[in-house]
């Protein structure tokens, strides 16, 4: 299975909150990392969280970690619709320095 | 500045084909990563170069190879091509290899089409 999980989909109207989750099963795992995509286009990084770090606020981006459990989340504030992509969670593998991402999570924002 | 840039944007091949697509990094900028998109999935990676130098390679047949030149710039070579090979495929560039190539930034990627 994968080692970086995420659900599917998540729908949210303009103006709430929208929380995105994600497990993860690398322990040594060093960064932790959200992406946007947009159709048909590359990824974009949102932010990123060192493991030693519980929480870290960029605007009205909030990603919060949970080491105990493996839990990664994302928070978008005051949500719009162009918001509307999809998200992927990644862990930093150091062995390889590779990047390992989730599958994504298609938020859709509905006015 | 010019974030990471990839050419051709879209190319369709034929089964059994050979492909070259290409990658420049963000100035500055000395390692670049590949990877492949499936549609519906999330990335995988494929290789990094640092420095001219294979430092990590994933789970890809020896069909998949790719080199980096002295300006930094890559190319990813795909041979025999299969219909299993159409994807989007991404290139990463990152400042740093050692320590945490902790920033990558991806291209707008090459959308491959086997037939």
């Known amino acids: 299975g994968e080692d970086v999980e995420q659900s599917l989909f998540l729908s949210v109207r303009e103006g709430d909150s929208s929380v995105i989750n994600c497990t993860y099963t690398?322990?040594?795992?060093?960064?932790l990392y959200w992406y946007k995509q947009e159709p048909g286009a590359g990824l974009q990084l949102l932010t990123y969280?060192?493991?030693?770090?519980d929480m870290k606020q960029d605007q009205r981006l909030t990603v919060l970690l949970n080491k105990k459990d493996k839990h990664l989340s994302l928070r978008i504030a005051d949500t719009q619709t162009g918001d509307s992509a999809i998200y992927f969670c990644?862990?930093?593998?150091?062995?390889?320095?590779?990047?390992?991402f989730g599958g994504g999570t298609r938020l859709m924002v509905k006015p | 500045d010019a974030g990471v840039t990839q050419s051709p944007t879209h190319l369709i091949k034929t089964r059994g084909q050979h492909v070259t697509l290409r990658c420049s990094p963000i100035?500055?900028?000395?390692?670049v990563s590949w990877y492949q998109q499936v549609l519906g999935q999330g990335p995988q990676f494929i290789f990094q170069?640092?420095?001219?130098?294979?430092?990590g390679r994933g789970n890809f047949p020896d069909r998949f190879s790719a080199r980096q030149f002295p300006n930094y710039s890559s190319e990813l070579n795909v041979n025999a091509l299969l219909l299993g090979d159409s994807a989007l495929y991404l290139c990463?560039?990152?400042?740093?290899?050692?320590?945490?190539?902790?920033?990558?930034?991806f291209g707008p990627g090459t959308r491959l089409t086997v037939t």
């Open positions: 990463a560039s990152s400042r740093i290899r050692d320590r945490a190539a902790y920033e990558q930034y």
């Open positions: 690398d322990s040594s795992s060093t960064y």
């Open positions: 969280i060192f493991s030693n770090m």
């Open positions: 990644a862990e930093l593998v150091l062995a390889g320095n590779m990047l390992t």
């Open positions: 100035s500055g900028h000395k390692s």
């Open positions: 170069y640092y420095e001219k130098e294979e430092r």
